[in-house]
């Protein structure tokens, strides 16, 4: 039964990256046209502070996290949701409770 999790975990990978290219051609055929696109990394959310932050540090704690954030300024009503978010995309991983890397 694992395997097969994993097997399927490997396929929905694969799948969301061949969304992704093709999203990116469709991009970049607006471009090409003169019209603009709007993707999350240029709205630069939350969700993409906190995958700098935990790229940098390797490993952190949710506390270290937090006060990495508010220390640049991040507001972090929402940073236990975003973390989930981050987890089944697949963005980051959690080895032990309230431990997060990439």
């Known amino acids: 039964m694992r395997a097969e999790i994993e ?3 490997a396929e929905r990978k694969a799948l969301v990256a061949e969304q992704r290219k093709a999203l990116a051609a469709i991009d970049a ?3 090409k046209l003169g019209g603009a696109t709007r ?3 240029a709205r630069g959310g ?3 502070k906190v995958l700098a932050v935990i790229k940098a540090a390797g490993r952190i704690t949710t506390k270290e996290l937090r006060a990495e954030l508010e220390s640049q300024g ?3 009503s929402n940073l236990s949701q975003t973390l ?3 987890k089944r995309q697949d963005l980051v991983k959690s080895p032990a409770r ?3 890397s990439v």
């Open 46 to 48: 939350i969700g993409d």
């Open 7 to 9: 097997a399927l975990r």
């Open 84 to 86: 989930a978010y981050l």
């Open 29 to 31: 055929k607006i471009r």
């Open 98 to 100: 309230s431990v997060y």
């Open 39 to 41: 993707t999350r990394a």
């Open 74 to 76: 991040v507001a972090t």
